[in-house]
């Protein structure tokens, strides 16, 4: 079945780090444009970061001020977020998404409507 799964998420004090991981199912993630989201309480999904392989495209949203980055490995076929310096700003629930139809990764990746699949998602706690 075509999927992502998440994992990785966690509590973590201020200025600490974590690393998601997001396994692709049926499908290889280096080809395809896959992203994360997080979304904190009731409000928009917002896009964290995103990327290509094959196409060499990497996105992460300019608010993220270099903390966070993202990467895959075809072996494993998984992307993963390294977010570091955390603070508690960034305590929210954060999605894997996956775009298979070669449309996205470019300015719109941060649109969450246009991905087709979505994990259940994985919760980061920063404490103060």
């Known amino acids: 079945q075509v999927g992502v799964v998440e994992s990785g998420g966690g509590s973590v004090q201020n200025g600490g780090s974590l690393r998601l991981s997001c396994a692709a199912s049926?499908?290889?993630?280096?080809?395809?444009?896959v992203a994360w989201f997080r979304q904190i309480r009731e409000k928009e999904r917002e896009g964290v970061a995103a990327i290509f392989g094959d196409r060499g495209a990497v996105h992460v949203a300019d608010s993220l001020n270099g903390r966070f980055t993202i990467s895959q490995d075809s072996t494993t076929n998984t992307v993963y977020l390294q977010m570091n310096s955390l603070n508690p700003s960034d305590t929210a629930i954060y999605y894997c998404?996956?775009?298979?139809?070669?449309?996205?990764?470019?300015?719109?990746?941060?649109?969450?409507?246009?991905?087709?699949?979505w994990g259940r998602g994985t919760q980061v706690t920063v404490s103060s």
């Open positions: 998404a996956a775009d298979l139809s070669g449309a996205m990764c470019g300015s719109r990746w941060s649109r969450p409507g246009k991905y087709q699949y």
């Open positions: 049926q499908f290889s993630a280096r080809d395809k444009c």
